[in-house]
């Protein structure tokens, strides 16, 4: 109903009521009357006060129907207007699934406030659905919404608050989208909006946060160094105030380290050391604060992976040459098993299950060329190369076949070949003895890109230890491969191509089954804006609506009123004309 | 005594002159005057003869029967008395009720009987009701003449009679003016006025007001007399009711009255104050022309 106040019309329809009551009190109050004598009248006291409840009533039954009938027109003249399940609106919440939401007590996260607040709110108000997103660094709808209202329990189940960010804008705009624009949108989070609502948007931005101290880590790798692992920390003080916060790492079951950082407001600490290239995992802690799942993380030891490669050149100097380049970049393993990389310089490919293989071809004729070449920098080979200065002794003519990676004109030099087991094959023309290359940085460079690129394609992790947010990328060879959460949730994961993104939802250890190997790699949550918590707020922005709007969900009932009212008057013509007073 | 009363007397006082009492049979007893009594007396109107009984005076004896009978015989003579009326009027508040024209009417009725009794050669006597009944002032005189007719009794007519009832004559004319509203069995009173009386007659007086009840609303009713209150809504059922209970109280003093051989008239005060005649008590008998 709305107020009643804002009517002038019904305000002076309701002075009416009174006026007609005071006309029935004036007019019905007693009056004094002197008679001879009252022995008739006192009978009647008696029959009245022994039943006749309906003679008790001191005011006509006509003065009932004329004030509900006032009352009547009086509610009519506010146009009344009436939620249906019509004209209600859908809701669509937008609920920021981000770390900061947990911060605090578990009384006080702006979580559970903004979950008890989601339940008045259905409790109030009546919506045609209810439907939720979950914004995390990209919207999604959560897995409870539905078209019927339910209960905020199950619209919540999703709301795990682990995301190291919320796309909110994104969210909206899908909300936006899906409740194409007639859907009232209610954003739950802990900030203020970034930008300001419009007076008369839909969205309704709710925000329960509380600036309160916190530190965090904002940064941790792992990393092969020598013969040991070489591990660096940032932590960061996001408090208005110094604080001493103590850093404690463990490596497998031992403490290798605890240390008190003592850290001026906003500053970022940085902690580099060292530990043994065992394969353990590291975890660092930090003492409590507003936000525990940011003072912790894991570091998975880095892969060390390396190339069996397999040479079978004729040319003693070529031979010489290729081995020193390979044993200087570090990534060469002995041939116990099938090699994954030959390097030959016969006349055809060779063809062996998982081998790449490199051929070295001395054209004749031959040309010199002293460049400029063109070289595809963005290709995996191509990384660092610089062939200034370079004379390159290759073929003469152009000679068909692969994907030139470095070329003197129209002369392709180095070439890339795929077939359709992915395998590469690589040709490289050049005469060793005619050309300055392998006595410059660019030979082992390009030694060092080429075992690379063969490590980055086999199977296995690129990388072991991930931001919670970031996609993790592994090769696959088989068909099907599982992930293990630190919950002990089996994860299937569907391979389709290579290399397979997938994008963990937990913080902590995960292990990676394939048919040949099991992987373990570890994700940490470093996330310096969601860590600092000095932007949170507490407020309602938007949502007031235009009156328009409003009155959109609720539809008339004025026919309602002025029918009742016009069967009231009926009733007191039907009552006056039977009344032994009238005749 | 308000003038009112006095000027409603002398209207009375010039109605009466144009009517005489229809005296009963029964009523002609009483000291020695100017009617025939029923009993012998010495008049000259010879009434019977009879047996001579020792102590009979010898000078009515009839000489000419002892001639012709040898039996002694006295002549009766029809005797002369003077009728009497006593008037009995109810002095309580509720015949004053303001607004209302009863006590007006009970002077002017009590006048003209008054005068239609001197008319009609009656002696009479007004007992006014009024804290126990005592004669008015002045009320063998013309009733222009009368005084002390003030009309605030507190107490019913009943309760007056208790208390100090009037002396009334002997086989005399008896009339009860009075709007008879109290509560109580009629009979006694009834009883106790006709007892020894020629005849009575009961004059209800009540006011207009008194048969139409107040219209529909709410009243706050005040007794004239106790001035008790009383709050009720009055709609037409509570009307019809009144008129039910007024009606009933009425039969019960006309059967009353018809269980004592005495008359029973209601009048209304104000149709009576408009009229210079007594036409209900002319239709019923008791006045007539003079």
């Known amino acids: 109903m709305m107020p009643l106040l804002t009517y002038p019309l019904a305000l002076i329809a309701l002075a009416a009521v009174p006026a007609l009551a005071a006309i029935y009190f004036l007019r019905n109050r007693y009056r004094r009357h002197t008679v001879s004598s009252l ?40 146009g009344p207007r009436w939620q249906t399940p019509r004209t209600v609106r859908p809701l669509i919440v937008v609920l920021d699934n981000s770390l900061s939401m947990r911060a605090g007590l578990p009384a006080e996260q702006p979580r559970r406030l903004a979950e008890a607040a989601l339940k008045n709110l259905l409790h109030e108000r009546r919506f045609r659905s209810v439907r939720a997103i979950l914004a995390g660094p990209a919207p999604r709808m959560a897995p409870g919404s539905g078209e019927i209202p339910g209960a905020v329990n199950d619209l919540t189940a999703a709301w795990t608050c682990q995301e190291p960010n919320a796309a909110l804008d994104q969210a909206i705009v899908l909300a936006t989208e899906i409740g194409r624009r007639e859907a009232d949108i209610l954003v739950l989070t802990d900030h203020d909006p970034a930008n300001p609502l419009t007076q008369n948007s839909r969205v309704r931005w709710l925000a329960f946060g509380r600036k309160r101290p916190n530190h965090a880590f904002v940064n941790a790798r792992r990393s092969p160094y020598l013969q040991e692992d070489r591990c660096l920390f940032e932590v960061a003080n996001f408090s208005p105030d110094s604080r ?43 003492s409590d604060d507003a936000l525990a799942e940011d003072n912790r993380v894991i570091l998975a030891p880095p892969v060390r992976k390396k190339v069996r490669v397999k040479t079978s050149l004729s040319d003693p100097v070529a031979a010489r040459l290729v081995d020193r380049a390979l044993t200087a970049s570090g990534l060469r393993a002995p041939v116990n098993e099938p090699p994954e990389m030959i390097i030959h310089q016969s006349s055809q490919k060779v063809m062996e299950p998982e081998a790449w293989d490199l051929r070295l071809i001395q054209e004749t004729p031959a040309a010199t060329y002293t460049g400029p070449f063109v070289l595809d920098s963005s290709h995996p080979l191509g990384a660092g190369l610089n062939l200034d200065g370079v004379i390159w002794s290759g073929p003469a003519t152009h000679r068909a076949g692969g994907v030139p990676i470095i070329s003197a004109g129209n002369i392709p030099l180095l070439t890339s070949d795929e077939d359709a087991l992915g395998r590469h094959h690589l040709s490289l023309a050049i005469d060793l003895d005619r050309s300055t290359l392998a006595t410059s940085p660019n030979w082992p460079v390009l ?75 570890a994700v940490n949550f470093l996330a310096p804006e969601e860590s600092n918590l000095s932007g949170c707020a507490t407020g309602e922005w938007g949502g007031g609506g235009q009156e328009e709007d409003i009155r959109y969900e609720y539809e008339s009932v004025l026919w309602l009123f002025l029918l009742l009212a016009l069967i009231m008057m009926a009733w007191h013509l039907y009552v006056l004309a039977r009344s032994p007073v009238a005749t | 005594m308000k003038t009112e009363y006095r000027s409603q007397l002398r209207a009375g006082e010039r109605i009466g002159h144009r009517y005489a009492l229809a005296i009963p049979t029964a009523a002609l007893s009483g000291a020695t005057g100017t009617l025939l009594g029923r009993q012998a007396g010495t008049s000259i109107d010879f009434q019977e003869h009879r047996d001579y009984q020792p102590g009979d005076d010898l000078r009515r004896m009839d000489w000419n029967i002892y001639a012709r009978s040898d039996r002694l015989a006295v002549k009766l003579y029809r005797e002369e008395v003077i009728p009497h009326l006593d008037l009995i009027l109810d002095g309580s508040k509720s015949m004053a009720l303001e607004g209302t024209g009863k006590a007006e009417a009970l002077c002017r009725l009590a006048a003209a009987l008054a005068v239609a009794a001197e008319k009609s050669a009656c002696t009479h006597a007004v007992w006014f009701g009024r804290k126990g009944f005592h004669r008015l002032n002045n009320d063998r005189n013309l009733p222009s003449t009368w005084d002390g007719m003030v009309f605030d009794g507190d107490r019913s007519l009943e309760t007056d009679l208790h208390l100090m009832p009037p002396t009334l004559r002997r086989m005399g004319l008896r009339v009860l003016i009075s709007d008879l509203l109290w509560l109580g069995d009629p009979f006694p009173v009834v009883r106790r006025l006709a007892h020894q009386a020629a005849e009575l007659l009961v004059v209800q007086l009540l006011a207009q007001a008194d048969v139409d009840p107040p219209g529909r609303g709410s009243y706050r009713l005040a007794d004239s007399e106790t001035g ?3 709050d009720l809504f009055i709609d037409a059922h509570a009307e019809q009711r009144y008129r039910t209970a007024l009606a009933e109280h009425q039969r019960l003093w006309q059967q009353a009255c018809r269980q004592t051989r005495a008359r029973f008239l209601p009048i209304i005060a104000e149709p009576l104050l408009k009229q210079e005649s007594l036409r209900p008590l002319e239709e019923l008998g008791f006045l007539m022309a003079a």
């Open chain 1, 39 to 78: 022995i008739f009248w006192r009978a009647q006291a008696r029959v009245k006060e022994g039943g006749m409840k309906r003679d008790r009533l001191q005011l006509p039954w006509v003065f009932f129907l004329e004030l509900l009938t006032l009352l009547l027109l009086v509610c009519a003249a506010t």
């Open chain 1, 244 to 286: 001493q916060v103590v850093l404690s790492v463990r490596h497998g079951s031992n403490e290798v380290r605890q240390t008190d950082l003592n850290l001026m407001p906003g500053q970022i600490e940085k902690v580099i050391m060292n530990v043994p290239a065992q394969g353990w995992p590291m975890e660092a802690t930090l």
């Open chain 1, 447 to 521: 030694f060092w890109n080429l075992l690379s690129w063969r490590i980055a394609e086999s199977p296995g992790l690129k990388e072991v230890n991930h931001r919670l947010g970031t996609d993790v990328e592994v090769t696959v060879a088989s068909a099907t491969a599982s992930v293990i959460e630190p919950n002990r949730v089996v994860r299937q994961i569907q391979v389709r191509s290579n290399p397979v993104l997938f994008r963990p939802e937990q913080t902590g250890l995960h292990a990676l089954i394939t048919d040949r190997s099991t992987n373990v790699f």
């Open chain 2, 228 to 230: 008790e209150e009383l």
